[in-house]
């Protein structure tokens, strides 16, 4: 049996086996893998593929290629159309590692002119393999749904674990602050060993941050700069007239006699009003601070003393204190009225210890290399003299012919050289029908019999011939 697949969700699982059993394919399950035999592995393949097996967990976008233009309403497209967005972020969260299932819930409502829609939502959920979801791995998926989604602020992304459940929304980074105040650091121990010397300062800073967020909204009117935006003018009149006097029979007769009876009072009355209305100028300001401002800056130096004449220390003069101080102020961007501090002393630094061992010289005797040298000499003379020197001297003589009495004669008894060693060495052939020694063996035996005539030899032969006489 060879595997066909592996890692399907049940629902995958099932079309798979059923498209198996149509066609009398054998196969195993064993969890979640499908197991076919090895000769039609390949085949219900391609035969799977052709039939759009396994169907993927997450469809995408070709949801929309089955929407037509005849029956489709907008609701439709709008349904399907989020469903193929949700099918293609769930696709892409399948590529983190271990990751094993992930679904994808966008919660956006619908268009409306003339209405501000809510804001999207989303809700992420994912089964992990070997472990919750990481912190960063969630800050990471709530800026990628909210980067596909229009409006959606990550703020507004639920992550949620099969395991461990909501996972909180990161505020910010810890190692932030710690990055920030490493690069202060190297800034100014760069400044200050460029003046007491490498290995003579120790810098520390410390970066006390803000950890929560504010919104601060200010409005502004300005009574000096006003603007007229509207002005009424009203006008009225008024006119009276009476009759003077008492009042009589003649008051009340017509007008021309009423007239022959005394004088009357006229009165007018004109009201003129003006009204304007004035707009003052206003500056509204929204100002949002979030997490991460520098709240405290804390910076500490030591600076090690300086060597003084008899051996030990004195402290560095105030005065260059005092201009490390302001030079190490000036690269860190320390800022007194936000209640940042400096602190730079001068104390002598301890040694350091030994990280290893030291070099020690040697114990033991010193090492002889000619004494141990010249036994491999000796032995490599020895062996050459053997070889090229006494062989031949050893090997016997050729039987001579019969026409040569004389030389045979001769050969007998041959000269004596004035070495007695070598003359050891010349002994008589061999008997006529015999077999001649060998000459190895022969020289071993003389060098076993005459061991101290044999050294004496040898060493005349590798000191010169100055010795050599002598012997």
Known sequence: MALLYAGLDPAAAGEVVAALQA?????????????????????????????GLPAPSARGYELLDSLSGFGTTAQMF?????????????????????????????????????????????????????????????????????????????????????????????????????????????????????RVGPGNAVVEVAIETVTESERLTERRLDPESRVAIATETEESE?????????????????????AQGGGGTRSEETTSRTRTNFELSETSREVVRGPGAVRRLTVAVLVNDLPGEGGGTVPRPP??????????????????ERGDVITVR??????????????????GAPLDLAGLIRPV?????????????????????????????ALAASAAAPAL??????????APPAAEGEAPPDPVQRLRRLIEARQAESTRLLQSWIEGPARSEGV
């Open 23 to 51: 066609r009398g394919t054998p196969f195993e399950v064993r969890g979640d893998a499908v197991w076919v035999p090895a000769s039609a592995r390949d085949l219900e393949r391609v035969a799977l593929a052709a039939e």
């Open 417 to 426: 050289p004035a070495n007695g060693v070598a003359s050891a060495a010349l």
């Open 377 to 405: 000499l000796l032995a490599l003379v020895a062996l050459g003299l053997g070889l090229f020197v006494l062989r031949p001297l050893l090997r016997p003589a050729a039987a001579p012919s019969a026409p040569l009495p």
């Open 346 to 363: 001068s104390m002598p630094f301890e040694p350091l210890p030994s990280l290893g061992s030291e070099p020690a010289e040697p114990t």
């Open 319 to 336: 005065e260059e204190l005092a201009a490390l101080s302001e030079l190490v102020a000036s690269a860190v961007g320390l800022d007194v």
């Open 238 to 258: 008024q006119s009276s007239t009476g009759a003077g006097g008492a009042v009589t029979v003649a008051s009340n007769l017509p007008e021309g006699d009423a």
């Open 78 to 194: 709008d349904a399907a159309y989020w469903r193929a967005r949700e099918g293609e972020l769930a696709r892409t969260i399948m590529a983190v590692p271990r990751v094993q299932a992930v679904r994808v819930h966008i919660a956006a409502g619908p268009a409306r002119p003339f209405r501000d829609g809510a804001a999207p939502r989303a809700a992420v959920t994912v089964t992990m393999a070997g472990g919750p979801l990481a912190p960063a791995q969630a800050q990471a998926l709530r800026h990628l749904v909210a980067s596909a989604v229009p409006g959606l602020d990550p703020s507004g992304v639920a992550v949620i674990d099969a395991a461990a459940g909501l996972l909180p929304d990161a505020v910010e980074d810890a190692a932030i602050p710690d990055q920030r105040a490493e690069t202060l650091r190297e800034k100014a121990l760069r400044l200050v060993e460029a």
